[in-house]
């Protein structure tokens, strides 16, 4: 999670530097073309400039409510955000780890799901040797929780 804060974070100031800097100058340098009527630059960097503030809200407000996350809050002893789970698949007889984060961080192919995907949301709350049913487009699929390391375990 201290990773996606810091992107939102890089993010930000990347956008802000464009915002104040780099978009203004545009803006100048076309309005000093004339006619702002028939003008392309100019409205097109001010159709940037609109995309970059809403972009910028949007970041803002992401890195807030990730600023109000309680890790005191994020359970021990089950599944919670950011925990590694480890999981028997009854359906296939494989064990599949993943690891739940928020939706930006989230990368099926590195085992990295969302808190909000199906497996996701079946695996909160739950602890070792519980069994879940997860229903998936392909059908319904039953996993058993072998291993947990939460949040609050995890060194890195």
Do not use: C, F
Not at 10 to 37: F, N, Q, T, Y
């Amino acid at each position: 999670m201290l990773d996606l804060k810091k992107k939102l974070e890089e993010e930000i100031a990347v956008l802000d530097m464009e915002l104040r800097v780099e978009l203004p100058r545009e803006i100048a340098k076309a309005r000093a073309h004339g006619d702002l009527s028939e003008n392309a630059e100019y409205h097109a960097a001010k159709e940037r400039q609109g995309m970059v503030n809403a972009r910028l809200g949007q970041l803002r407000a992401r890195l807030r409510t990730l600023s109000m996350v309680d890790m005191s809050r994020i359970p021990r002893d089950r599944v919670g955000l950011g925990s590694w789970v480890t999981v028997l698949d009854l359906t296939k007889d494989e064990e599949v780890t993943y690891q739940l984060l928020t939706s930006e961080e989230a990368d099926v192919a590195q085992g990295r799901i969302s808190t909000t995907s199906p497996i996701g949301k079946a695996l909160l709350g739950k602890q070792v040797g519980d069994t879940v049913k997860v229903l998936i487009p392909g059908g319904t699929r039953e996993m058993e929780i072998t291993k947990l390391v939460t949040i609050h375990d995890d060194p890195a």
